[in-house]
Nanobody, 126 residues
Framework: QVQLVESGGGLVQGGGSLRLSCAASRRTSSTYFMGWFCQAPGKGREFVAAIDLSGARTYYADSVKGRFTISRDNAKNTVYLQMNSLKPEDSAVYYC???????????????????WGQGTQVTVSS
């Protein structure tokens, strides 16, 4: 069982930056893929970014490529989402997710994740 706690959300002007953090309750290095998803009002939850066990491979939704960066600090059991050049359409609740290692799993698919945080609100004003 893994508990995930997100932080770092808030209100920011368009063009600004935020860094989200997700702290895990147990050691996640070498055993858990990590991902970020978001859900805007009236929409389904969508993939944002994911990172493999070591942090060597990262994956992004087309809408955030070049603006967002996912990273992990396995010593701290924490994953980050650096969000730059924010747009009003990035406004959503952002969720951190984790799943145990399995070969060939699609870590961009939300239904592959086992554990979820409670979410943190990001609001970008125009």
């Amino acid at each position: 069982q893994v508990q995930l706690v997100e932080s770092g959300g808030g209100l920011v002007q368009g063009g600004g930056s935020l860094r989200l953090s997700c702290a895990a309750s147990r050691r996640t290095s070498s055993t858990y893929f990590m991902g970020w998803f978001c859900q805007a009002p009236g929409k389904g939850r969508e993939f944002v970014a994911a990172i493999d066990l070591s942090g060597a491979r990262t994956y992004y939704a087309d809408s955030v490529k070049g603006r967002f960066t996912i990273s992990r600090d396995n010593a701290k059991n924490t994953v980050y989402l650096q969000m730059n050049s924010l747009k009003p359409e990035d406004s959503a609740v952002y969720y951190c997710a984790a799943r145990g290692y399995a070969p060939g799993v699609d870590i961009t698919a939300q239904n592959r994740y086992e554990y979820w945080g409670q979410g943190t609100q990001v609001t970008v004003s125009s």
